[in-house]
Each structure stands twice: as structure tokens, then as C-alpha cells.
Nanobody
Framework: QVQLVESGGGSVQAGGSLTLSCAASTLTYSTAYMTWFRQAPGKEREGVAAIGTVDGTTYYAAPVKGRFTISRNVAENTVYLQMNSVKPEDTAMYYC????????????????WGQGTQVTVSS
């Protein structure tokens, strides 16, 4: 069983920066990707950024490309999401997920989820 623990959420003004962390208890064959999703009130959960746990390949959703950076610390089984130039529309609960998806931003294909961390961006 893989456990994921997110941290680093909070409130920030538009244009500012925030870094989220996701620590995995272990990585296995079934955790080929670790991915950040977000869900705003009344909206569907959407993929934000993903990283391959073996080769470090990264993927970004269009709304955050060029502003967010996903990275990993292999020794600590930890993935980070550096959020720069944040906008009010980035306000959401951010979730870390791990799995072996066919489509990296398809939430239903992930087996393991963290509890979420809230990010609020004020204008």
C-alpha cells in the first residue's frame, strides 16, 4: 500500500509563488507516475503536472505550462510542484496521485491519492 502526504499549500497573492510537496511512503511497479491534480469548487478534477518516477519525464497541462514546474527527489520519494506567477484561477484543492496510467491526466486511472492541500490565490 502506498501512502501519499501533501504539504505546502496556503494563501498567496496573484503573481506570487508557492511550492507543494508530496511524499510517498514507497514507490512500486504500480507507481510509474506521480501526478498533481487540482479541483476547484463546482469543477471537475483536472491534471496539472506529472512526472515519471523512473525516468523523470514530465508532462504539463496547458493552463500551467511555463508557470509550474514538477520535480522529484528520488532518494526521498518526494515530488514537488513549484508554482510561479500564480493566478486567481489556480485556486483549488491540490491532490497528489500515484499510479500506472495510460493517460497521465486521467484521474480514474490512479490507485493512490493524498488527502489534498488547499491553494488560494487572491487578486
Amino acid at each position: 500500500q502506498v501512502q501519499l502526504v501533501e504539504s505546502g499549500g496556503g494563501s498567496v497573492q496573484a503573481g506570487g509563488s508557492l511550492t507543494l510537496s508530496c511524499a510517498a511512503s514507497t514507490l512500486t511497479y504500480s507507481t510509474a507516475y506521480m501526478t498533481w491534480f487540482r479541483q476547484a469548487p463546482g469543477k471537475e478534477r483536472e491534471g496539472v503536472a506529472a512526472i515519471g518516477t523512473v525516468d523523470g519525464t514530465t508532462y504539463y497541462a496547458a493552463p500551467v505550462k511555463g508557470r509550474f514546474t514538477i520535480s522529484r527527489n528520488v532518494a526521498e520519494n518526494t515530488v514537488y510542484l513549484q508554482m510561479n506567477s500564480v493566478k486567481p484561477e489556480d485556486t483549488a484543492m491540490y491532490y497528489c496521485a500515484a499510479g500506472r496510467p495510460i493517460r497521465v491526466f486521467q484521474a480514474s486511472q490512479y490507485n493512490y491519492w493524498g488527502q489534498g492541500t488547499q491553494v488560494t490565490v487572491s487578486s
